[in-house]
């Protein structure tokens, strides 16, 4: 086989799963025998000039055989044409954060562009995939989904729930991960919501006034994520759009109830009866969510053994399996 070479965004503090998984994949594959190299973009992608740096830098230091763009910055390909690409798409949310002359050129560089280049496509949901497809004109044969997976680094734990002061755990701090509206139907239960990611100005106020205990982490690394995991009661992620939705299966892992959307791709993703499913742009129900998971130790039992048998779906083994197998195919 062609030796692969990883293509990886710049490193950041706080933005990291994509290379959590990738890091994962990235060793499993080396050690099935397969030569593998990897690239570190030297830009964060904040602008034209930034992009057209990180592409005119894969175009000078690639190596022959195949180039896998873990995510994110699938512009990386544009200047590529030649080679066998294999991108992999997460999500279409930049498409949504934009609007006007910017969404179009992102539609184009993010998307339009590299996708018609690269000889496969990799999404992470058949969520996601449908949503690549309706974004840009590419066969649908060469759109492959390959899931997302738990590392072994969240082991299954029991806990005493801690019914008087319940700690729900909320990872995400970007407009779809709703973490207003669970501020707003927490409103005086007595619980300690803890928060991973940075908070906005007007999301501390109504912390403050809301009655909510709360606590913040900011930058943390994945051995601090798994503890707050190991110590959670409960696992918060009512998200308004995801391409994945890794909390419900690494909360699934964790062996703790959580509590996600009744949307797509996490109510499949949550498997069946492996996650408490609520309306997310219902405060009343996210709400009634918690506190039918907060008093009834039969439903959270329930929960917890299914998404137990729920998360062995999404193994290292299985992914990097499918990945050996698309590689080998190009």
Not at 262 to 270: Q, Y
Not at 288 to 311: H, Q, S, Y
Request: aromatic share 8%; charged share 25%.
């Amino acid at each position: 086989m062609a030796m692969i070479t990883f293509i990886f965004r710049k490193r950041s503090a706080t933005v990291f799963s994509i290379e959590k998984l990738f890091d994962a994949l990235y060793d499993r594959i080396e050690k099935s025998g397969t030569s593998v190299c990897r690239l570190e973009l030297p830009h964060i992608s904040t602008g034209f000039v930034s992009v057209l740096r990180n592409a005119w830098f894969v175009a000078r230091h690639k190596k022959p055989g195949l180039l896998h763009i873990t995510g994110d910055v699938h512009y990386a390909a544009v200047l590529c044409p030649f080679s066998r690409t294999i991108i992999t798409i997460h999500d279409c949310v930049v498409l949504h954060r934009r609007s006007g002359l910017k969404r179009v050129l992102m539609r184009i560089l993010w998307f339009g562009l590299p996708l018609r280049l690269a000889s496969a496509i990799t999404v992470i949901s058949a969520q996601t995939k449908d949503e690549v497809l309706r974004t840009v004109a590419v066969p649908e044969k060469k759109v492959t989904v390959i899931p997302n997976f738990v590392d072994g680094e969240l082991p299954f734990t029991e806990r005493p729930f801690a019914r008087e002061r319940p700690r729900i755990l909320h990872v995400g701090t970007t407009a779809n991960k709703n973490l207003a509206k669970v501020v707003a139907a927490l409103r005086n239960l007595p619980c300690v919501l803890v928060i991973v990611g940075e908070l906005a100005q007007a999301t501390e106020d109504d912390l403050r006034v809301s009655g909510i205990h709360y606590e913040n982490f900011v930058g943390i690394d994945e051995a601090a994520i798994s503890r707050l995991y190991r110590d959670a009661d409960i696992i918060s992620f009512p998200s308004t759009y995801e391409g994945f939705g890794m909390p419900i299966i690494e909360g699934q892992a964790a062996g703790r109830s959580v509590l996600t959307s009744d949307l797509e791709p996490m109510r499949s993703v949550a498997g069946q009866g492996g996650a408490l499913l609520v309306n997310p742009h219902s405060v009343d129900s996210i709400r009634e969510g918690f506190v039918r998971l907060v008093g009834d130790d039969l439903l959270r039992a329930r929960l917890i053994a299914a998404g137990k048998e729920n998360c062995k779906r999404y193994t290292l083994d299985a992914a990097a399996a499918s990945y050996l197998a698309l590689y080998r195919a190009l």
